[in-house]
């Protein structure tokens, strides 16, 4: 069984997207580190989740985490002084 919308929220809010309401039941989501990375919801958060949405907030997510990485070892090879 598929996992809800109200999962996929909550996985996007977990990992520090922010909403935005947008026309009628869609969300879109940004994360402050990736402005360019965004992820728009359609549906009722009881709503099943088609398998391509939840590839998108998987692969948004993946991104993001990317960044982090990048941007935690920078910092630990170049401490700034």
């Known amino acids: ?7 996929l929220k ?5 990992a520090g997207f922010v909403y935005r309401n947008a026309k009628g ?3 879109r989501w ?3 580190l990736a402005p360019e990375i965004n992820v728009t919801l359609s ?3 009881g709503d099943d989740a088609d398998e391509y949405k939840i590839r998108q907030v998987d ?3 993946a991104k993001v985490q ?5 941007r935690t070892t920078l910092s ?6």
Do not use: V
């Not at 630990?76 to 002084?81: G, I, K, M």
């Open 1 to 7: 069984m598929p996992p809800k919308i109200k999962k």
């Open 10 to 14: 909550a996985k996007l809010e977990k």
């Open 25 to 27: 039941s869609h969300t």
């Open 30 to 32: 940004k994360h402050p």
């Open 43 to 45: 549906g009722k958060d």
């Open 59 to 61: 692969e948004a997510i």
């Open 66 to 70: 990317e960044i982090e990485h990048a």
């Open 76 to 81: 630990n090879n170049h401490p700034l002084e």
